[in-house]
């Protein structure tokens, strides 16, 4: 079952302004200004003004006289709406088929596609936050079953990460103010008058005075917050992406005709992408169904691909996952990521060269939700630093970090404390006890010193590490190190760890 994820950007006006003008420091107060005629307010307040008192709706001269070093910038709304649809683009191309954005300060994304790449909800939902917070903007999100209650509860928690778990929506939303349903400005402050407050309260009313009163939205809003009426997430759409699309008179559901409408449309797809001299990296088919609900399936490739055959395969090893209900009527293909790609040709008439090719391997592995990536040398002396991370089809690196000391097969991905009887401050150890087993040191070499990198921090300004490359008596080798030089304490701890394993 599908979840949804609601992106609260509270402070996105300001937080845009800060990005947009280094010369404005972190600490410094910023409230944006809205104009109506000669009435002017504050329309947009970031954290640091907020804790100096200045609030959204306060007049502009009462918020000048708060603090004298305030600064104030014009509102820009449609700048803000339109960093708010580059974020969407963002997201559509990073996360999920389905994005939208929702209303003037965040997004909403359908998690489908998405929460089995991010190890789980909390961990995509973290990871989304620190993500943003990475990039100067302040982020919360919210996860639950429906749009209308991941909607509400991001933005009346106080927590920067909200997981409604399934199922619980009623006991989530039902003390949360009647203003995050949704509804138009008027109709909320009606129902103030009339003694509503909370969703809860508004639940529990009969329905027939509501719909009297207030015509079917109030009904409408409610049913979709609690997931009695479905709530369809209208995916972001530029001109910019190369789309195609297939409606049917009579809705559709067998998985035979799913599959051949999909390799009709991947041929339109790839004849637009060919015109514009582009290669798809990562494809959506997004599906309508009878009951205004949809689901989306992502396909990607390791190098922009224009190949028909092999693009109707990826999505065909996953058109299983539809679920068709009472069928579907319309069928959308889009290139959310592409790329240029020129004419190659791919075999000669007189000699046929024999190319080993892994590229479909990669997008076989990367569509099950696997990270496909190759390592890289990198010039440091800290061994976990002199490997980096690049694309699985980058350009072969030509440089290699040259090394004059051996390296073990097998690097783990963070030092491993272990226990060592040796002489300081250059003797190898005569025993150690690694994960609860004593190992005793039949041979040894070194040390090998290996010195803190100071410009990245001043911590490392005198910090040392001594290598040492040791064999027990069963012909395991291990790769140690004793943090610091063995005398001055200011170098390290003279704490050993494990770093590796040889062959």
């Not at 910038?73 to 339109?82: F, K, L, Q, W, Y």
């Not at 409610?222 to 009579?250: C, H, K, N, W």
């Not at 068709?324 to 020129?342: D, M």
């Not at 000391?405 to 005569?430: S, T, V």
């Amino acid at each position: 079952m599908s979840r949804v994820v609601s992106i609260f950007l509270p402070d996105l006006p300001t937080d845009r302004i800060r990005r947009d003008d280094p010369a404005i420091s972190d600490d410094q107060p910023i409230a944006v200004i809205a104009r109506s005629g000669s009435k002017r307010w504050v329309s947009a307040a970031d954290a640091a003004a907020r804790k100096i008192g200045v609030r959204v709706g306060m007049p502009a001269a009462k918020a000048q006289a708060i603090f004298r070093g305030l600064i104030f910038v014009d509102a820009d709304p449609a700048e803000d709406a339109a960093a708010l649809d580059r974020l969407g683009l963002w997201a559509l191309g990073h996360y999920s088929p389905i994005v939208a954005v929702d209303g003037a300060d965040g997004l909403v994304m359908d998690t489908e596609g998405a929460d089995h790449l991010r190890g789980g909800e909390l961990p995509m939902a973290t990871g989304i936050v620190n993500l943003f917070r990475s990039r100067k903007l302040t982020a919360k999100v919210a996860i639950a079953d429906t749009w209308g209650a991941a909607h509400a509860c991001v933005r009346a928690i106080a927590r920067d990460v909200v997981i409604v778990p399934q199922g619980e929506i009623v006991r989530a939303v039902e003390k949360l103010p009647i203003s995050l349903l949704r509804l138009p400005e008027k109709v909320v402050q009606d129902l103030r008058v009339l003694g509503f407050h909370t969703i809860g309260q508004l639940s529990h009313t009969a329905r027939a005075p509501l719909a009297l009163r207030f015509g079917p939205e109030v009904g409408r809003r409610l049913d979709q917050t609690y997931g009695r009426m479905s709530d369809p997430i209208d995916p972001i759409r530029t001109a910019d992406l190369v789309e195609v699309s297939r409606s049917f008179q009579e809705p559709i559901g067998a998985a035979e005709t799913i599959n051949k409408y999909v390799g009709r449309l991947v041929v339109q797809l790839v004849a637009d992408l060919e015109k514009r001299g582009l290669g798809a990296r990562r494809t959506d088919l997004i599906v309508h169904k009878v009951d205004n609900t949809i689901q989306a399936i992502r396909a990607g490739t390791a190098k922009p691909a224009r190949d028909i055959a092999w693009l109707t395969k990826l999505f065909k090893d996953q058109t299983e996952k539809i679920e068709p209900g009472f069928g579907i009527e319309k069928l959308v293909l889009v290139a959310v990521a592409a790329e240029p790609l020129a004419e190659e040709q791919k075999r000669s008439t007189l000699i046929e060269e024999e190319t080993t090719d892994f590229t479909p391997l990669m997008d076989i592995l990367a569509n099950r939700g696997q990270r496909v990536y190759r390592v890289a040398p990198f010039a440091s002396d800290v061994p976990e630093r002199s490997v980096r991370r690049i694309s699985a089809v980058a350009q072969q690196e030509q440089s290699v970090w040259v090394r004059h000391w051996r390296r073990p097969i097998r690097l783990f991905a963070g030092p491993e404390q272990i226990q060592a009887i040796a002489l300081m401050p250059d003797y190898p150890p005569a025993s150690i006890t690694w994960r609860g087993r004593r190992h005793r040191v039949k041979r040894a070499d070194g040390p090998e010193r290996v010195f803190g990198e100071w410009w990245r921090t001043p911590t490392e300004l005198e910090a040392v590490r001594d290598y040492f490359v040791i064999e027990n008596d069963a012909g395991e080798r291990f790769w140690i190190f004793r943090s610091g030089d063995g005398v001055d304490p200011d170098t390290g701890s003279h704490t050993w760890f494990i770093h590796g394993i040889f062959a």
